[in-house]
């Protein structure tokens, strides 16, 4: 979906302490794969696409500064998905965050291209990403998201993860309340009590 920033935007911080594996599904013909050098530009475009960025070069900017310093981890921590002609349809990194003086699992930008949403590639995403981290880091796993986002968040939801009523992390202030209320016009009432009635500290 495109991001839509008429939507107040707050800070959403989300933690998962444990995922038990199960069957990953993906559409027919589409498969995970490994890393390659034009992911990069693959990410951005998606990104820019979707509007988080106002521009492809500024959206590269930021996927070359973060990431290239540590291009071994991002070989590892970059999970992607293609489409039976090897098209980009979507990806999520397990990536590493710096909190205070520790560094914590932490979910970087699931994204899906918008003509392939609506076909569970962002839960399989997910899924195989809490995998990742069960391999490489270990749990809880944490997460920063905003309200424009909230389909997603329905979806970190239902597999585990849960709103911090008021932990701030990874240089985030936490802005439970005013998420919550933007949160209550946006997603279906069960998913919206799901999440509040599973709010923790």
């Not at 995922?19 to 890393?35: A, H, K, N, W």
């Not at 997603?187 to 509040?196: I, Q, S, V």
Request: net charge neutral; hydrophobic share 40%; aromatic share 14%.
């Amino acid at each position: 979906m495109i991001i839509d920033h008429r939507i107040p935007y707050y800070n959403i911080l989300m933690k998962c302490t444990g995922y038990t594996s199960s069957f990953i599904r993906l559409p027919e013909g589409y498969r995970f794969r490994d890393y390659r050098d034009r992911d990069a530009m693959e990410w951005a475009w998606l990104e820019h696409m979707i509007q988080d960025f106002d521009t492809f070069e500024e959206a590269y900017k930021y996927f070359r500064d973060t990431y290239f310093g540590e291009l071994e981890a991002l070989k590892r921590r970059f999970i992607c998905v293609v489409n039976a002609k090897d098209e980009f349809a979507g990806c999520v990194i397990a990536w590493r965050e710096k909190d205070g003086d520790r560094l914590i699992p932490a979910v970087h930008w699931l994204v899906v291209s918008p003509k392939e949403q609506g076909r569970g590639i962002g839960r399989a995403l997910m899924q195989k990403l809490l995998e990742r981290f069960a391999e490489l880091d270990g749990f809880p796993v944490y997460l920063h998201s905003q309200p424009c986002s909230y389909v997603a968040v329905g979806l970190y939801s239902s597999l585990g993860f849960r709103v911090l009523k008021s932990q701030s992390i990874m240089g985030y202030d936490n802005q439970f309340k005013d998420s919550m209320a933007v949160l209550k016009t946006l997603m279906p009432p069960e998913k919206y009590k799901k999440l509040l009635r599973e709010a923790i500290e």
